[in-house]
């Protein structure tokens, strides 16, 4: 899990799995009164620098679902 915060406030959070070296993202939600702001990019590169750092060299996105969708 990676959480954005605007001070003590959670404004956003992403999930992924980590396994066998390799990591899987999962999905993602913020806080809609921010939607203008850069938290789910900020969230991808914690994720990312996290993954790095922990010796994670694949990172699958898996298909993009942009604006709003049913499911």
Do not use: C
Request: proline fraction near 4%.
């Amino acid at each position: 899990m990676v959480f954005a915060y605007d001070g003590d406030t959670r404004v956003g959070g992403s999930f992924l799995s980590v396994f066998g070296g390799r990591a899987y993202y999962s999905l993602a939600a913020m806080d809609r009164s921010l939607s203008g702001l850069p938290i789910g990019q900020a969230m991808q590169w914690a994720a990312i620098a996290w993954l790095k750092t922990n010796g994670v060299w694949i990172y699958e996105l898996g298909l993009q679902q942009f604006g709003p969708v049913p499911h």
